[in-house]
């Protein structure tokens, strides 16, 4: 399922236009500015399943280098310092990786 069909293109090309620059990424503004923020839980868990390329059920550190290529496949990779970050943020359980219900936390810190 394309990303777009769940969120805006066009607010997915504004959210990525915030984040262009080497560690400028920040989960919080990201999510509020896709418009994820305000979507219900199915949405969310959706944009998870599309996060989740290998379907583990985990996005793990890997497919977070890659997640802004998840909302466009020309984005740029996330640096590890923008990755350790966004685990500091939402890795509750300190395994390493980010499951459904963490990311949906994750996202309504937005």
Known sequence: MPMTDVLAAE???KALSACQDPESFNHKLFFQKVGLKNKPEKDVKE???I???DKSGYIEEEELQFL???FAPDARDLSKGEIKKILEAGD???DGKIG???FT???SQA
């Open 11 to 13: 607010d997915i090309k």
């Open 47 to 49: 944009v998870f399943n």
């Open 51 to 53: 996060l989740d390329q």
């Open 68 to 70: 802004l290529k998840g």
């Open 92 to 94: 509750e359980d300190h």
């Open 100 to 102: 459904q219900d963490e």
């Open 105 to 107: 936390k994750l996202v």
